[in-house]
């Protein structure tokens, strides 16, 4: 499995950006796809995760610090998920990864909850 992160960039506050997470050699129909960020001195910490196929429970889960600006989506063509951020703030400045796991997310999870990681993709607001 190989997750690519892109999208990332610098961005004023208030400002807008789209991850994109390509995943190949990911099959799990009924799986969960997530993005975790990690700022310097920080743990890494979930962002958003999107339970893909037929869905257990509840489709999406978001970090309370980004309800109502972050949105978590997947193109089942394409095989990716995007992270579209609207009104950044300076603290969500951080390294974003995206994420997958083999199982269906509960609520966001931990690190240790996810199979597949990305090399990850800056965003910094300023």
């Known amino acids: 499995v190989q997750l690519v992160e892109s999208g990332g960039g610098s961005v004023q506050a208030g400002g807008s950006l789209r991850l994109s997470c390509a995943a190949s050699?990911?099959?799990?129909?009924?799986?969960?796809m997530g993005w975790f960020r990690q700022a310097p001195g920080k743990e890494r910490e979930g962002v958003a995760a999107f339970n893909t196929g037929r869905v257990l429970g509840v489709r999406t889960h978001y970090a309370d610090s980004v309800k109502g600006r972050f949105t978590i989506s997947q193109d089942n063509a394409k095989n990716t998920v995007y992270l579209q951020m609207n009104s950044l703030k300076p603290e969500d400045t951080a390294m974003y990864y995206c994420?997958?796991?083999?199982?269906?997310?509960?609520?966001?999870?931990?690190?240790?909850?996810?199979?597949?990681w990305g090399q990850g993709t800056q965003v910094t607001v300023s």
């Open positions: 050699g990911y099959t799990y129909s009924n799986g969960c």
């Open positions: 994420a997958a796991k083999i199982w269906q997310c509960v609520g966001l999870g931990t690190r240790a909850d996810f199979d597949y």
